[in-house]
């Protein structure tokens, strides 16, 4: 069955730190990965996806994940962490069937 | 405006009642999905459709019923509110069934 484990539920950082939030996925098939912010109050939007090719994808806000098929993980990055960056990640993934699977998220704090 | 919107923002309605909470978008995307947000679950897809008058289940669709007359609505009815439907319920679409799904703002329901 597909599912998404994201194991971190709050991280907290350092503004300036560097930032990776674990996303692990289960899927038969060649997975179409995801990963979406959720600022309070607001829907999701998405910060980056991989369909296929590089393994490494950049998206907006200066993110990035590397999709790893040993591992089955889609994990999040970024540099330095920006005090706006503080909201909700959620990590998911589709494929051939209409639905995407989401992960439990993972809450990011930043302190000055 | 052009995007995805959902209203009411919040609602309070008492158990037993049927509720419907309201989905537009002016994409003419194909497809549209209905999830809930709890906490320690994520996001969970309730319902979605693949076109106008193609609805199918999710995850967790006991309790809720939707249409799709036309393509830019897609509304959900609760038929008898339950307390533990009590939750945020967001709406999507997306062009494609493996594409970027677009999120409304969401809706509070709390069910007493």
């Known amino acids: 069955a597909q599912s998404v484990t994201q194991p971190d539920i709050h991280i907290t950082v350092s503004e300036g730190a560097s930032l990776e939030l674990r996303c692990n996925y289960s899927?038969?098939?060649?997975?179409?990965l995801f990963w979406y912010v959720q600022s309070p109050g607001q829907g999701l939007q998405l910060l980056l996806k991989y369909f296929s090719g590089d393994t490494l994808v950049q998206g907006i806000k200066g993110f990035e994940a590397e999709f790893k098929r040993s591992q089955s993980s889609f994990n999040l990055r970024k540099p330095s962490v920006h005090w706006s960056d503080a909201a909700e990640y959620f990590c998911?993934?589709?494929?051939?069937?209409?639905?995407?699977?989401f992960g439990t998220g993972t809450s990011l704090t930043v302190i000055p | 405006d052009a995007g995805i919107t959902q209203s009411p923002r919040y609602k309070i309605t008492e158990t037993g009642r049927q509720v419907t909470l309201m989905c537009h978008q002016t994409?003419?995307?194909?497809?549209m999905f209905w999830y809930r947000q709890d906490l320690g679950h994520g996001l969970r897809l309730i319902y979605y459709s693949a076109a106008a008058d193609i609805t199918d289940k999710g995850e967790v669709p006991d309790g809720y019923v939707v249409s799709r007359s036309k393509t830019e609505n897609f509304p959900l009815t609760l038929e008898s509110a339950t307390r533990s439907q009590t939750s945020v319920y967001f709406c999507?679409?997306?062009?494609?069934?493996?594409?970027?799904?677009?999120f409304g703002q969401g809706t509070r329901l709390t069910v007493v």
């Open positions: 899927y038969g098939a060649t997975p179409y």
């Open positions: 998911a993934v589709g494929g051939t069937g209409n639905q995407f699977y």
């Open positions: 999507a679409s997306s062009e494609s069934r493996d594409g970027e799904a677009f």
């Open positions: 994409w003419s995307h194909s497809y």
